[in-house]
């Protein structure tokens, strides 16, 4: 290698050709060559290209005229490209702490020691906080620090371990996905037809069919054999060596090292028999052992496609294009990448909405489907928030944008299917360590079989150990959780709800405790004031009201919803407003000349300052002034039309069910009487629920449903958590499951998907067990030749991949008999 890159003249640097300074330079190592360069930017450029096997930039460059060289391959100048800000916006999201996210394609990915290479890599670096790489769907998820580390840093490190490491985008994702396809179904081919010519005639030497040939014909076979099996081991077997080689260089052993091994033994075995003439030849072990096992990858890829697809195709369907109004009034066609905030664009009846905004139109009929699986159009007035990849049904309508790319909720619900294809459950993990550890065995098992067996027969322990090699390889086993995993979420996705944490999986076979709230829960959020009372003298009702309006104009709490339908609060000045999560709001009122404090809230929080508003029973929501009580209004809501039935489903399931609520214990009480709930705690603090759902943890694992801002600390202490789609952003975040379509009886579905996913999972990991650990004796008395071995390792991948798939054909069957 170091003679087929070309020298630069004497006193010239290696990298930019520029002269080196007088002190001689720097060094840097290329092609095992110690090299001379001018500066610690071109030793760093060449150490990378170097890295990254881009010799090619320095072995094929003219350098007649240097200043017409570019300093930096196209291949790395691509990958910088990624650090532009503007670039950056369309597939990354950035945190409150100021990280940034985003969810790279890797391509390569054969394993989970794959995984764990990269993600040991990328957890070295400064400023990564953190990698996850899911071998399932083959991306990485990471969280890093802009300031600290560039993207493009990350990519080269990928790119350094021999991955090609790129950007997610759901839009290409079909042609990537039909990329890999056909190249397994070119490998799968030519390692297909080689096994049926090589069969023939391995079965016409096995069987005596050509027992009368002389040992030169018989040679000739051979001869036809090798030439048929060369293309297999070369070609087609090819993925399994870069997989191999990618685990030893992790020092984490996957299963394509005793893989590998045995296709090279069994190959070069027959070859040597074959040039040496005496012997036994197994070329067709080695053609039907590749083409089984291209054959179960090529059937993984596609389950793969199929767990996946649902969560592209969401942000497939943004359009590429929007209609923006101008400053005139005129209509102008626009990128949807790049609109922005305050932008108003009209959608016609029939396309799809590109980006979150407010409905300015009076009203519209939405279908919402793509993001809650409900078909039924959604009607939405004027002012309410319409969603990206939605469709407009009924009218023309105008949408003020108030956020595009990954910063809408659909963007957001792929990066929660992400999110939970990266994490893996405990005992997916614990099934990835077993076969990691399984391989390590294997191997140390075939060498003691190859030692004994040299014994007792040594010219069967060759091919008595390939057996061993082939049988007992853990494919099964490795496959058993990834699969099982990917198809629950899956089937959860097609149902509305996204599990953004695969731990809950497990944790929720043994939960039988609860812990509901009410407001927006078990209530359908719709909320109305049934009756209301003016208790000053001093103001009228109208001033009253305004008050009441501006004040709760600050809270996102669903009780503060109907005081919007009060007057418009324009006389109302207030200064120093002060949000009480779960208790109310203070503030500062002018009041003509008066300056005073005003508070609206709940019972308890009034009380504070007039301890006799605990002796107005009828009111959950109370307006006072430090001197008097202004007003008391009694806001009702229903209870949601499914709650009833799945509360009852969920006791006799075992459920322990308690109601945690800020609101007054007369309304919890009687919202508890009509559900049969006999444990109830009512105007509780976020601090006062976080230590009741600690308190029950004692006793065992909590399941907390919320939907408030003021229940995301709460959700986050619970062991499992459940919200809703039109939950406070703070619950979306804190939740370890979503239900997109605001269904209470989504927790049954959840229980039941769950529940069926981990029944599939253990025996998936139950019969891979059985099956290596099984065939170990019969393989090592050599009662298995090796394309028996390779048929029977195959057919025990088949059967757990099949065995998952019943995620998918259950969920079909399920939607057909609605």
Known sequence: MPSALPHPPAGTCFHCLQPLPDNGGYEV?????SRAVCCYGCQAVAQTIDDQNLLHFYQFRDTSNPLQIPLLPEELQQLEAYDQSELQDQFTQTTTAGLK????????????????LIEQQLQRLDGVHKAQVNATTERVLICWQPEQVKLSTLLQQIAGLGYRALPFQAATQEHDFKRRRRYFVRRIGIAGLATMQVMMIAVALYFGMVSELDPTMRQFFWWISLLFATPVLLYSAQPFYMSALRSI????LNMDVPVSLALLSAYGASAYATFANQGEVYFESVSMFTFLLLVGRYLELLAKQRAIATAANLVKLLPATAQRET??????????????????VRVLPGQTLPADGQLLTAQAAINE??????????????????????????????????????????????????????????????????????VKQL???????????????PQEAFWVTLAVLVATCPCALALAAPTAVTGVIHRLNKQGILLRNTDAIEALRDCRTLVVDKTGTLTSGKFSIAEQSYLSERYPPAVIDSLARALEQHSEHPLAAPFA???????????????????????????????????IGNTRYISEWHPQARNLPAANVILATRNEILACYHVTDTLRDDVPATLAALRKLGFEIIMLTGDSRSNAEQVAKQLNITQVKAECLPEDKLAFVREQQRLGPVLMIGDGINDGPVMAQADISMTFGHAADLARQAADIVAMRNDFAAVTTLLASTRKSRRILKQNITWALLYNVGIIPIAVLGLVTPYIAAIGMS????????????????????KSSR
């Open 29 to 33: 190592t290329v092609a095992n060559e």
């Open 101 to 116: 996210t985003t969810t790279l394609s890797i391509e390569g990915m054969t394993c989970a020691a794959c995984a764990w």
């Open 249 to 252: 260089q992790a020092k984490q």
């Open 327 to 344: 400053s005139d009034g005129q209509l102008e066609a626009i990128a949807v990448h790049k609109l922005k905030q305050g932008d108003v």
């Open 369 to 438: 489907s793509m993001l809650t699986g409900e078909s039924v159009p959604v009607n939405h007035l004027h002012g309410q928030t319409v969603y990206a990849g939605t469709l407009n049904q009924a009218q023309p309508i105008r949408v003020m944008v108030q956020a595009t790319q990954q910063s809408t909720v659909m963007a957001k619900i792929a990066a929660m299917q992400d999110q939970a294809l990266a994490n893996k459950p405990k005992l997916a993990l614990h099934a990835e360590r077993l076969a990691n550890q399984f």
């Open 443 to 457: 191997l140390i098992l075939a060498a003691l079989t190859f030692l004994v067996w040299s014994f007792i027969e």
């Open 565 to 599: 339908s009060f007057a418009n609060p324009e006389q109302i000045q207030l200064d120093n407003v002060k949000v009480e999560l779960g208790a109310g709001i203070e503030a500062l009122w002018h009041d003509d000349a008066l300056h005073q404090h005003v508070r």
């Open 795 to 814: 057919l025990s991948s088949l059967l757990v991949l099949v065995n998952s798939l019943r995620l998918y054909r259950s969920d079909t069957a399920t």
